[in-house]
């Protein structure tokens, strides 16, 4: 089993930036495939982006594509999500989870365990 703990989020102006840092426990973290979701006032949670077990495949959603960068350091047990030129429609919770690329693929990522999630809000 794996425990998440995000951090990093806050208020920001329109074209600003953040990271977010996850920090895992547990000896398997470097087996875990690693993804970030967010949901927003009275919308579902969505995928933003996920990143395979090395670090060596990164997979993003379209709304985040140029703007976020997903990383890992697998010694560190932690991941961390770069948001960049964000916009009022970046708003909502962010989610860290850890789970599977199926079939090696990280954009079949699916998510087996959730942090309890850091709130971003950008002004505009």
């Known amino acids: 089993q794996v425990q998440l703990v995000e951090s990093g989020g806050g208020l920001v102006q329109a074209g600003g930036s953040l990271r977010l840092s996850c920090a895992a426990s547990?000896?398997?973290?470097?087996?875990?495939?690693m993804g970030w979701f967010r949901q927003a006032p009275g919308k579902e949670r969505e995928f933003v982006a996920a990143?395979?077990?090395?670090?060596?495949?990164?997979y993003y959603a379209d709304s985040v594509k140029g703007r976020f960068t997903i990383s890992r350091d697998n010694a560190k047990n932690t991941v961390n999500l770069q948001m960049n030129s964000l916009k009022p429609e970046d708003t909502a919770v962010y989610y860290c989870?850890?789970?599977?690329?199926?079939?090696?693929?990280?954009?079949?990522?699916?998510?087996?365990?959730w942090g309890q999630g850091t709130q971003v809000t950008v002004s505009s």
């Open positions: 990143i395979n077990w090395s670090g060596g495949s990164t």
């Open positions: 547990g000896r398997t973290f470097s087996s875990y495939a």
């Open positions: 989870s850890a789970g599977n690329a199926r079939l090696g693929y990280v954009s079949r990522y699916e998510s087996h365990y």
